[in-house]
């Protein structure tokens, strides 16, 4: 199970930073669902060990991730603009 969930935040993190990287804005709000979707990992993980820091951390990225999806308030890209 653990490694499951690591692999999760692995892709999904990964994933992320390339989509809110990526020149065409079309992308962002996408990225910020990606990475939404990794938060409930990092906040589970973070809360059994007891890293407080990076719990907190992971509020703010979950804070920011929910100001991207309202900032980016246009439908998600369709599989015709993703291939362009």
Known sequence: MGTLLQAWVFISGALSIWLLSDPRSRFHRLGCWVGLASQPVWLW????????????????????????????????????????
Do not use: C, D, N, V
Not at 61 to 72: Q, V
């Open 45 to 84: 993980s973070t809360s059994q060990s007891h890293q407080w820091g990076m719990f907190a951390l992971s509020l703010i990225y979950t804070a920011s991730f929910l100001r991207g999806i309202a900032s980016h308030h246009r439908s998600l890209p369709s599989f015709k603009e993703i291939m362009k």
